[in-house]
Nanobody, 117 residues
Framework: QVQLVESGGGLVQAGGSLRLSCVVS??????????VCWHRQAPGKQREFVAL???????KYSVAVKGRFTITRDNAKKTVYLDMNRLKPEETGVYYC?????????WGQGTQVTVAS
């Protein structure tokens, strides 16, 4: 079983930057062996895909964030990062990391990002 814990959210002005972290723990030897995604959910909206780190498919991004967000992995720290630049007020929401392994999907508890205009 895999556990995910996000951190790094907070309040930032529009145009600013934040780095989110997702620490992965559990019965895995390397986070490079599993795909890890970031999703977000704005108030009153459905959860949406943001970015994917995958050794099979490479890094993928939603159209909305491509060119501004970067997903990276540090296997020694078992941590997946999401660097977010030029943030917009409409990107306010809870950011979650997720992975799927052996048919089991695991989500973290989320971290709140608030972008002030």
């Amino acid at each position: 079983q895999v556990q995910l814990v996000e951190s790094g959210g907070g309040l930032v002005q529009a145009g600013g930057s934040l780095r989110l972290s997702c620490v992965v723990s559990g019965s895995i030897s390397s986070i490079n062996d599993i795909p890890v995604c970031w999703h977000r959910q704005a108030p009153g909206k459905q959860r949406e895909f943001v970015a994917l780190a995958s050794s099979v498919d490479g890094n993928k991004y939603s159209v909305a964030v491509k060119g501004r967000f970067t997903i990276t992995r540090d296997n020694a720290k078992k941590t997946v990062y999401l660097d977010m630049n030029r943030l917009k007020p409409e990107e306010t929401g809870v950011y979650y990391c997720m992975t799927s392994r052996r048919g089991v999907t695991s989500w973290g508890q989320g971290t709140q990002v608030t972008v002030a205009s």
